[in-house]
């Protein structure tokens, strides 16, 4: 009996797996194991015998039984270590590239220039691209005959055959926002109407397609004062540095008196700065509104008055973030906007900058 002890606690402490401990157990006490077998000739002991006999070999059964156990939670212990140390996870690597998107500088312009008038009190209107001839140009004091309409370089609609409405138009600028606002809202009124503008011209700084953001306030003694201060502040604001503007004579129909506004820039080492230097940069157009356009906003051109203007948002893009051609903003060139563009969680905001 001490030998049969011996020999399976040896080779339960060898085994190396759960198999080869199956194998052992079943050698020993299964069924036809050395051990039961023993257990069996039990009964052909005398009782004397048995007594002595059968508690012994009880205990062996038992001592088996419990190094199997404990065998095989030692196995299975040393299997899940392994697994432990196999499956490893270093959660200190970077993460996966995941490709995002980029915002298009034009968008990133266009909220800037949103978030620096909204601080001003200055709302957001909108109107359609697609514009009828008096909002685009009548209600805007410029007639029929106006020399201003072919200057815009003008898309217009198709009518059919013997339709003699007066055709629309992609709309060449945002002012006809003026006149719906107007129209909606009544006096007093400080909008902007950021938007897309259309007109059949093509360069370096020209594309068919652009965008401004048009300008607008109205109350009871709104001045040229006013306009220019505003327009001082939304530039400091957006270059991030004081910008001297100059206003210069000038004419639009719907304005009266009218100025072209320059910023200040310097053009050393062939690249634009803008805030320093002696040097002007064009940016937007700009006056008091003239009193028919008021009337046909349906507002009282004796009881109020108020400036408007319109700057080139693309422009704008250009001079902040140094983007030198204009008809790479629409070609969609993915290394383009790789470089140029802007994360989609950088939303602009006066105090972030
Ligand atoms: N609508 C003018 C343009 O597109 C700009 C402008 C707007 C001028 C408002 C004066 C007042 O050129």
Same mark, same amino acid.
């Given at each position: 009996?001490?030998?049969?002890?011996?020999?399976? %606690?040896?080779?339960?402490?060898? #085994?190396?797996?759960? !198999? +080869? &401990? $199956? *194998?052992?157990?079943? /050698?020993?006490?299964?069924?036809?194991?050395?051990?039961?077998?023993?257990?069996?000739?039990?009964?052909?002991?005398?009782?004397?015998?048995?007594?002595?006999?059968?508690?012994?070999?009880?205990?062996?059964?038992?001592?088996?039984?419990?190094? %199997?156990?404990?065998?095989?939670? #030692?196995?299975?212990? !040393? +299997? &899940? $270590? *392994?697994?432990?140390? /196999?499956?490893?996870?270093?959660?200190?690597?970077?993460?996966?590239?995941?490709?995002?998107?980029?915002?298009?500088?034009?968008?990133?312009?266009?909220?800037?220039?949103?978030?620096?008038?909204?601080?001003?009190?200055?709302?957001?209107?909108?109107?359609?691209?697609?514009?009828?001839?008096?909002?685009?140009?009548?209600?805007?004091?410029?007639?029929?005959?106006?020399?201003?309409?072919?200057?815009?370089?003008?898309?217009?609609?198709?009518?059919?055959?013997?339709?003699?409405?007066?055709?629309?138009?992609?709309?060449?600028?945002?002012?006809?926002?003026?006149?719906?606002?107007?129209?909606?809202?009544?006096?007093?009124?400080?909008?902007?109407?950021?938007?897309?503008?259309?007109?059949?011209?093509?360069?370096?700084t020209h594309t068919p397609m652009f965008h401004q953001v048009e300008g607008l306030a109205i109350d009871r003694d709104i001045s040229m004062a006013n306009l220019k201060w505003v327009l001082e502040e939304f530039f400091s604001a957006f270059f991030g540095t004081h910008v001297e503007t100059r206003f210069r004579a000038s004419h639009f129909p719907f304005t009266e008196?009218?100025?072209?506004?320059?910023?200040?820039?310097?053009?050393?080492?062939?690249?634009?700065?803008?805030?320093?230097?002696?040097?002007?940069?064009?940016?937007?157009?700009?006056?008091?509104?003239?009193?028919?356009?008021?009337?046909?906003?349906?507002?009282?051109?004796?009881?109020?008055?108020?400036?408007?203007?319109?700057?080139?948002?693309?422009?704008?893009?250009?001079?902040?973030?140094?983007?030198?051609?204009?008809?790479?903003?629409?070609?969609?060139?993915?290394?383009?906007?790789?470089?140029?563009?802007f994360s989609a969680l950088q939303v602009p905001t006066l105090h972030g900058g």
């Amino acid at each position: 009996m001490d030998e049969l002890k011996s020999k399976y %606690l040896d080779l339960i402490a060898k #085994a190396s797996d759960a !198999a +080869a &401990l $199956e *194998e052992i157990r079943v /050698a020993a006490v299964g069924k036809k194991g050395e051990v039961s077998l023993k257990m069996r000739e039990l009964g052909k002991m005398t009782p004397e015998e048995r007594q002595l006999e059968g508690p012994r070999l009880n205990a062996l059964k038992d001592e088996i039984n419990a190094a %199997l156990v404990a065998k095989k939670s #030692a196995l299975e212990d !040393a +299997a &899940l $270590e *392994e697994r432990l140390k /196999a499956e490893w996870l270093d959660v200190t690597l970077p993460a996966r590239d995941r490709h995002v998107g980029s915002i298009h500088p034009v968008s990133q312009v266009w909220e800037e220039c949103t978030a620096i008038f909204a601080d001003m009190g200055f709302a957001v209107a909108e109107g359609p691209q697609i514009e009828s001839d008096w909002y685009n140009f009548d209600a805007l004091n410029i007639p029929g005959h106006h020399p201003a309409r072919a200057e815009m370089d003008t898309f217009y609609t198709h009518r059919s055959e013997g339709d003699t409405r007066p055709p629309h138009v992609l709309r060449t600028h945002t002012s006809p926002v003026q006149i719906r606002s107007m129209e909606a809202q009544g006096a007093p009124i400080r909008i902007i109407c950021p938007g897309r503008v259309y007109r059949a011209d093509y360069d370096q700084t020209h594309t068919p397609m652009f965008h401004q953001v048009e300008g607008l306030a109205i109350d009871r003694d709104i001045s040229m004062a006013n306009l220019k201060w505003v327009l001082e502040e939304f530039f400091s604001a957006f270059f991030g540095t004081h910008v001297e503007t100059r206003f210069r004579a000038s004419h639009f129909p719907f304005t009266e008196p009218s100025a072209e506004v320059d910023i200040q820039c310097s053009f050393e080492g062939g690249t634009v700065k803008v805030g320093e230097g002696n040097d002007w940069l064009e940016v937007l157009g700009s006056g008091m509104v003239h009193p028919s356009v008021l009337r046909a906003g349906g507002i009282d051109p004796d009881a109020w008055q108020g400036f408007a203007f319109g700057i080139g948002i693309d422009r704008l893009a250009m001079l902040k973030y140094g983007i030198p051609d204009l008809r790479a903003f629409f070609e969609s060139d993915l290394r383009w906007l790789r470089h140029y563009g802007f994360s989609a969680l950088q939303v602009p905001t006066l105090h972030g900058g």
